[in-house]
Every structure is written in structure tokens, then in C-alpha cells.
């Protein structure tokens, strides 16, 4: 009894021996797919600069520049810029030069996204133009947005909230809360070329026949992987002008700009 069950327990082990021989070996372990990290949200900056001059009978000197950033980041939109324009003409008469433009501005938004397309922001604003006699105005602004299209190639929003306005326009201090009205459109035709627009508009509350419109308009083409040619138009309407001022400015500049 004792060898038959020797024998059965042979036959098994050497039946067991026979199948895990033959099973397929496991395939040989390979260094794991390094995982491609992910793309960090990073700040997008340019500094531009334009220059104008002309010489013969008239002698005129325009020089502008800006500078700007931004970040957007989970639901977070963070920008931020400044700019300045001055210039000169020269009468061939007297030789006196002239000043014929001399603006500085500076602005801060950030916004903070509720959904894919509504918003919250604040934004504060800066401006001088000395040839307007506008030493300063200060925009304050929180308020509300909404992107109507919001695409890789589009970006189309709307702005609205209430804001102050400090300023001192034609040697007279003055202040006054306002409503912001504002609208923002760019398109990137390609990589090489876009377009842009936007506008605001500042009524006083207690006195809408007092307003500031702002608005600008602009194409931008590449002419590297960081230098970029732009035309852009900036017009500024401010209804009741500093005494012996006009209501509105335009610039036109042509600027290279370069991207970092």
C-alpha cells in the first residue's frame, strides 16, 4: 500500500514538473515608458518698441513702447502691461521744438474663472498725457465677463462692473464713480498672423454727458519664431477735455516687437 502511494505521488510531481516546463516563460521585464511630464502653465511676455521720424521741411520725432505679460493658470488669468509714446516737432522757423506727445499708461487684471466662460476681475489702470493736461487718471474696476467664444484660434468677451476714477485733468483734482463697459476680440488667422480689437467705455453714473472711450485696433505678423511686426491704431475719447484741449487722440504706430 505504502509503494503504490509512492508511485501515484511520483507520477503527480513528474505530471507537474512536465507542465510548469512547458508553460510560456514570462516576457522579460523592460524599463517602464518614461510618462511626458506635463506642460507648466509659464508667463508669455513682449517688449515692443516703434520710432518715427521725418526730416526736411517739418522735423518730427514719435517714439513709443510697451511692455506686457500674462499668465493663465487652472482658473486663473493674470495680466499685466505699460506703454509710453513721445514726441517732438521742430518748427523751421523759430527752431523751438514742440511737444506733440507724451502718454504713459499702466494697467492690472486678473480674472478668476467660475465656469469654462464666466468670470470675475479686478483691474486697475494708470494714465498720464501730458499734452491732453491729464496728469494722472486712476481706474479702479471690479466686475463680471463672459467669453462668447473661447477657442484656441478666437477669444471673444464681454466686461461690465462698476469702477472710481481718480484724475487730475487741467490742474483741477477731481473723482467719480463710473460704470466699465468693456469687449476684447482676437484671431489668429495662423501661427504667423493675428488681429485684435478692444473697447471700453466709462460713463460717470451721475453725469453720462462726462465719459472716457478707449479703443484700440491692430494686426500682428511674424517675422520669427520671437520677432513679430505690428500696425495698430489707438484712439482715446474723453468728452469733456482739459480747457483749451480737444476731446480725442490717435496714434498710429508701427512697432517690432520681441516675445519671451
Not at 22 to 51: D, H, I, M, N, Y
Not at 59 to 74: P, S, V
Not at 154 to 179: H, M
Request: no cysteine; hydrophobic share 35%; aromatic share 12%.
Amino acid at each position: 500500500m505504502k509503494l503504490h502511494n509512492t508511485r501515484h505521488w511520483l507520477l503527480l510531481t513528474g505530471l507537474i514538473g512536465v507542465l510548469v516546463g512547458s508553460a510560456p516563460s514570462a516576457p522579460a521585464q523592460t524599463p517602464a515608458t518614461k510618462a511626458v511630464p506635463e506642460k507648466k502653465p509659464r508667463w508669455e511676455s513682449f517688449a515692443e518698441a516703434g520710432l518715427t521720424l521725418a526730416r526736411g521741411n517739418s522735423e518730427t520725432l514719435l517714439a513709443t513702447g510697451r511692455i506686457g505679460t500674462g499668465k493663465k493658470w487652472d482658473k486663473n488669468e493674470i495680466s499685466l502691461g505699460a506703454g509710453a509714446a513721445y514726441g517732438e516737432t521742430e518748427d523751421q522757423t523759430t527752431g523751438k521744438n514742440t511737444v506733440n506727445a507724451e502718454t504713459a499708461n499702466a494697467f492690472a487684471q486678473y480674472n478668476r474663472l467660475f465656469t469654462e466662460r464666466l468670470y470675475g476681475y479686478a483691474r486697475a489702470d494708470g494714465y498720464h498725457d501730458g499734452v491732453a493736461d491729464i496728469d494722472y487718471r486712476v481706474t479702479l474696476s471690479p466686475g463680471l465677463g463672459y467669453y462668447f467664444i473661447k477657442t484656441k484660434a478666437t477669444l471673444l468677451s464681454a466686461e461690465v462692473g462698476p469702477g472710481y476714477v481718480f484724475e487730475k485733468k487741467g490742474g483741477q483734482e477731481d473723482n467719480y464713480a463710473t460704470i466699465r463697459l468693456g469687449e476684447k476680440f482676437e484671431h489668429k488667422f495662423n501661427d504667423r498672423v493675428r488681429v485684435w480689437e478692444w473697447v471700453e467705455y466709462l460713463p460717470q453714473v451721475d453725469d453720462f454727458s462726462n465719459y472716457i472711450l478707449n479703443a484700440e485696433v491692430g494686426v500682428e505678423s511674424s517675422l520669427s519664431k520671437t520677432l513679430n511686426l505690428r500696425v495698430y491704431a489707438v484712439y482715446t475719447y474723453n468728452s469733456v477735455p482739459a480747457a483749451g484741449r480737444k476731446t480725442n487722440d490717435v496714434k498710429l504706430v508701427a512697432a517690432l516687437a520681441v516675445k519671451f
